[in-house]
């Protein structure tokens, strides 16, 4: 007679003994089995079978320009997850060129902010802020890289992936406060004109500012096709687009140039609102992150593929939530009560080898099951307390 009972999985774990037949799938492709042709995992390895292949967003043919545009006005994702891939993550190339990109995108922002000082063009300010908060929604990505790796200790017993989301606070009022500024300095040259010097400079730094944008957005695109890699052609789109702001100083260099002087403010609080838009994506994001929440679909998901295992009577509690890039998972089973414990242990070690295949990003699974005869978490306590009455125990 089998009863409550825990089976835990993650990458440490030994391997299934149907890891031969995973090995014998893993054969169908030279470099794995996943849309985005990253490799499959070996024995002892979580399972992770990626649905993120690269999407192939062709942003030169007809309506491309349409689509940039909607993109400079509707708020977009600076959600690090969403950055990440496995192609990505597992890529020494990726990586290099994730950074590289930044270290383009910084000089690109130091270049204008030299300008900005000798010009005092406000629309120039609000651009260089809004490269900067790009650029600084980043930096997640290599707090998570760094400490995100290592490996798990007896204080810390699920690793350092949450470091992300407590450097995500900090970028959250970097950008914050990147809003304000430009908006302030945009607003009061507004109610208080002064004349914008260095005209022709301003109008190179907005160019100077595309071209950054343009070249990290190509190189991006170039080496995530190559490596198959969605998040960082999506990257290299979003800096693309970005770019298009940059040309909004032009035009304000333009209109200060023919003598409109509300030109360079009235393009500075628009550039602020932008700015705004980089800050609700974000702070929406590390709250989510910091609150647990988890795609409801990948929750559905991950109950259809647990029902879908034979010797499951029914599921009673699924819970998810994110440690760095990937997912945890626990979950409640009912099992029928006559099994014997083996019987039982195996139907949680072939939920939790399901649950790790079909839902993305889950690399760990705590599975318990319950038999039908007590179902639920809420039969635990008295099941307890008579199991210590039987033995003469105190019952705590």
């Known amino acids: 007679m089998q009863d409550h009972q825990h089976h835990r999985h993650d990458g440490d774990a030994e391997p299934h003994r149907d890891h031969a037949a995973d090995q014998a799938h893993r054969q169908d492709g030279p470099r794995g089995h996943g849309p985005d042709g990253s490799p499959a995992h070996g024995p002892g390895e979580a399972h992770h079978h990626s649905h993120d292949g690269p999407h192939d967003h062709d942003h030169d043919g007809p309506g491309s320009w349409w689509q940039r545009l909607r993109h400079l006005l509707v708020p977009h994702s600076h ?9 990505l993550e597992s890529s020494h190339e990726g990586l290099r060129a994730l950074g590289i990109s930044l270290v383009g ?11 900005v000082v000798v010009s005092g063009s406000v629309a120039l300010l609000g651009d260089t802020l809004h490269n900067v908060a790009d650029a600084l929604t980043a930096v997640p990505l290599g707090i998570a890289f760094l400490l995100g790796r290592r490996a798990a200790t007896r204080a810390y017993t699920y690793g350092f992936g949450r470091a992300e989301d407590l450097a995500g606070i900090v970028i959250v009022v970097v950008i914050a406060a990147s809003a304000v500024a430009a908006g302030w300095t945009a607003l009061s040259r507004l109610l208080n004109p002064a004349e914008v010097t260095h005209l022709p400079w301003v109008l190179a730094a907005g160019i100077v500012g595309f071209a950054g944008n343009e070249l990290v957005a190509q190189y991006r695109i170039r080496v995530g096709r190559r490596i198959g890699s969605a998040a960082l052609v999506a990257d290299g789109l979003h800096a693309r687009t970005d770019g298009y702001t940059s040309l909004a100083v032009v035009a304000a260099a333009a209109g200060a140039w023919i003598g409109w002087g509300w030109a360079d403010p009235v393009v500075g609080l628009a550039i602020a609102v932008a700015i705004c838009f980089v800050l ?26 647990l029902r879908a295992v034979h010797g499951v009577r029914d599921v009673t509690a699924v819970r998810m939530r994110w ?52 179902p639920g978490a809420h039969h635990h306590t008295d ?9 003469g125990m105190p019952n705590s």
Do not use: F, W
């Open 105 to 115: 995108l910084g000089i690109t922002a130091a270049a204008q902010a030299v300008i």
């Open 280 to 305: 609700k994506d974000a702070a929406r994001e590390v709250y989510r992150r910091l609150m647990d929440a988890v795609d409801p679909g990948v929750v559905d998901q991950a109950e259809t593929t």
């Open 79 to 87: 959600d690090s997850q969403a950055k990440i891939d496995p192609a």
């Open 383 to 391: 099941l307890s307390h008579r199991r210590r009455n039987r033995q």
């Open 323 to 374: 440690i760095g890039h990937h997912l945890h998972a626990e979950a409640d089973l009912v099992v029928d009560a006559t099994l014997s414990l083996v019987a039982a242990h195996e139907i949680a070690a072939d939920a939790e080898h399901q649950l790790t295949h079909a839902v993305p990003r889950l690399t760990s699974a705590t599975v318990h099951t319950d038999p039908d005869s007590h």
